[in-house]
């Protein structure tokens, strides 16, 4: 589907793809004040999550709890934000958006207007971060796709 942003690009920067799925830490001015922006995106064009099999909607799930985990690990947020609408861009992905208390729209959504400024301080620090939280990311959903080792006969 050529019209779909998500079908166009990664929708950010890809760090890993597998199963039917990437995951791309999200870039661009609807960040700025999130940086640690994530997204769970299908490969195909899906537009509604009741359009995925039992075993696909399992799959997304375990690799959201594997993004959300290294975002917890890595950055120690307040708390982490999971957010599936769709409404924007119809293709079918989840935000896991790590958020903190000193964010200028927490507690509110990500998509509120400011309550307090930026805090530039901290989110140049945040913004450092984000390598090591990306690596951490790759690793998780990297283990996920690794099948366990097999016992060894005795």
């Excluded at 199963?19 to 064009?45: D, F, K, L, N, T």
């Excluded at 599936?84 to 903190?100: C, D, Q, T």
Aim: a negative charge; glycine letters at 6%; charged letters at 20%.
């Amino acid at each position: 589907m050529t019209d779909c942003a998500l079908c166009r690009d990664d929708g950010g920067l890809l760090l890993w793809s597998g199963q039917g799925w990437r995951v791309v830490r999200a870039s661009g001015g609807e960040v700025a004040a999130a940086p640690a922006w994530y997204r769970v995106i299908a490969a195909a064009h899906v537009a509604e999550w009741s359009d995925l099999s039992a075993p696909e909607q399992a799959c997304a799930m375990a690799l959201v709890t594997a993004v959300e985990r290294a975002l917890r690990a890595t950055l120690t947020p307040t708390k982490v934000n999971l957010a599936s609408l769709g409404n924007a861009v119809p293709h079918l992905h989840w935000h896991v958006i790590a958020r903190f208390g000193w964010d200028s729209r927490y507690p509110a959504p990500v998509w509120a207007p400011a309550q307090r400024d930026d805090d530039a301080l901290r989110l140049a620090a945040l913004r450092q971060q984000l390598p090591v939280c990306d690596a951490a990311v790759v690793e998780a959903l990297d283990a996920l796709s690794t099948p366990s080792p097999k016992e060894n006969p005795r």
